[in-house]
C-alpha cells in the first residue's frame, strides 16, 4: 500500500512528519491511516475512546477547515470522530501539509461531543501564535462543525462509508 508524508504544522513553530497509509484520494478528499499517539488521552465513562496505538483513518477534505479521524481501539472498534481544526490542506505528490489551529472537537458514537484544547487555543491567541483574523476563521470552522453534528449531517457520507472506500 502507498504510503504519504504528512507534515503536521503547530504553530508558532512545531513541525512533525507522519508517516501514513494512503487509502484512498479524489480531488475532495484523501483518505489515510495511522496508529496514533496522543498528547493524552480522552476517556468516557471510564472508558478510554482515544489512546496510544489507537488506529485512526483521517479524511482530509480540500479547501476545509477540518479533518475528520474515525478512531478504532485496540479491539478495532469504533469509538469516535476526532476532528480538528485547521488550515485547509496543502497536497504536493508525495505529502500532505496542515496546520493545526489548536482547537479539537470529539464526537462520541451517540452524536454527543466535547471540545477538546481551548486553552491551548486561547494561548496561543494571547501568545500572538495565532492572530485574531485566523483564531476567527478557526472559531467560525469549529462553530459550523458544531451545527452539523447538532443538525444530524456529521460526518460526510464518505467517513460513514469509510469501509466501502477502503
Partial sequence: METVTLIY???PDRVSYFQQRLLYEDENVIVTSQ???PSSPIVHNGETVLGENFTAVWFVFRGQWYDIGK???LNNEWTGYYCDIIVPVMRTAS????TDLFLDLWVYP????????EDEFEAAIQ???IDIGLARKAREALNALIAEV???DFPPQIVRTEN???
Fill in 95 to 98: 505529502r500532505f501539509e496542515i
Fill in 164 to 166: 466501502e472506500v477502503v
Fill in 110 to 117: 451517540d452524536g454527543s461531543y466535547e471540545i477538546q484544547d
Fill in 150 to 152: 447538532e443538525s444530524g
Fill in 35 to 37: 496508529r496514533v499517539n
Fill in 71 to 73: 478512531i478504532y481501539n
Fill in 9 to 11: 504544522k503547530r504553530l
Fill in 127 to 129: 501568545s500572538g501564535a
